[in-house]
């Protein structure tokens, strides 16, 4: 009976819009922090995350062009005795060279039986990589193995496939590519079949292997004798062993992704702390609006309660009803921008995947254990300002 009195009291003086006002701020601000703190867990781990295939210790040299330069491809090139250079220097334990094709290179790329590119490609060969990545190739394989970077398969997903409702690709899909090569050069023409065996980010290059391109070019190309334009080189930290004065003296530039990555997890971070703290004051000031009611409910009541309080019933009596309704509210609160979360994220991570067709699917549990500790600081927070309120105003009538 005592509760259904405290209720009808609370129903007769409640505000639909303020509750109203308060759902929808609360619910913009707690979607906004959930949804940047589940992105960045999404995200971040994507970006910074090994190649699978290559050390992290590779690095790509090769000449600088400066601004407006105009420079032959000879200057370009690495000579013998600028390649003995570099491989003698305390930083670099191995040096690589890129072999490129001097013929032809037709090739169709093919997914399940379907072509998806037909176009002349450059392929090329690392002679450092051939024991990681074609340790099994033999010259008289009738099949040849290929190396494909990660951005080919996030164009086809994300610019072929999805609008000629072909399947994505995974690289747990990796034996539904194939290539159709054709050789030509020399007055001669060949073709081969290609099988993708794996993919890299830390390469923009389609490798084969370093025993098929010298041959092929022998065949092809037997009067072409162009050297690298770019070099590998496997070093440690790169500050540490303070290789930028090395490279800077020489006219060389190292291509790190890892730097790269490292800038742009910054920028990310950055972004979402921003988007965080905005949706934290959202949050703040849907907090006090919702305090704001509750205070204004207690107020037009305060008499009734007094009364309540004089006959017998307890503070805590008289205040749950009101801390069930901002509880209730919360939790609410808490399971919409939940949905909301999921729904976006259904979006984004779709473009996640065709970008990065390794992106493993993290759950969501980060974001609902986050929004969990949210809901139980504030409706512990409302419940003791409510108490509270509720207490003082039987301790006034006690004193009258």
Known sequence: MSKNLVWKLLRHHISIPQFAGFVLANLIGMTIVLLGFQFYRDVVPVLTADDGLLQSDYVIVSKKVGTGQMLSQRSLNFSESEIEELASQPFASGVGRFTSAEFKVDASMSIDGKQVLHSELPIESVDLLQ?????????????????????????YNFGFAQGRSLPKVSEGLIGMIDFDLVLRGNGRQESYKGKV????????????????????????????????????????????????????????????????????????????????????????????????????????????????????????????????????????????????????????????????????????????GLGLLLLLLVSLLNMWVIRRKIVRIWHGKERM
């Open 131 to 155: 024991r990681d990545l074609f340790a099994d190739y033999a010259e008289s394989d009738s099949i040849i193995p290929i190396v494909l970077p990660r951005s080919y398969i996030a164009m």
């Open 197 to 368: 065996v794996a993919f890299t980010s830390r390469l923009n290059s389609i490798l084969v292997p370093q025993p098929f391109m010298e041959s092929a070019n022998r065949r092809f190309a037997p009067d072409a004798t162009a050297a690298p334009t770019r070099l590998i080189m496997t070093t440690g930290d790169l500050a540490k062993e303070n290789v930028s004065q090395f490279m800077e003296d020489h006219g060389y530039e190292v291509e790190d992704d890892r730097l790269n990555t490292e800038k742009t997890t910054f920028f990310l971070r950055l972004m979402i702390s921003v988007v965080m703290a905005i949706g934290f004051v959202i949050s703040l000031l849907s907090f006090y609006i919702l305090m704001l009611s509750i205070y204004l409910l207690v107020e037009k009541n305060s008499e009734k309660m007094q009364n309540l309080l004089l006959i017998g019933y307890r503070p805590s009596e008289v205040a749950r009803p009101y801390q069930l309704l901002t509880v209730g509210l919360n939790v609410s609160v808490l399971a919409l921008a939940l949905l909301v979360v999921f729904l976006l994220r259904r979006y984004y991570m779709g473009m996640v995947q065709a970008l990065f067709p390794t992106a493993s699917q993290a759950t969501m549990l980060p974001a609902v």
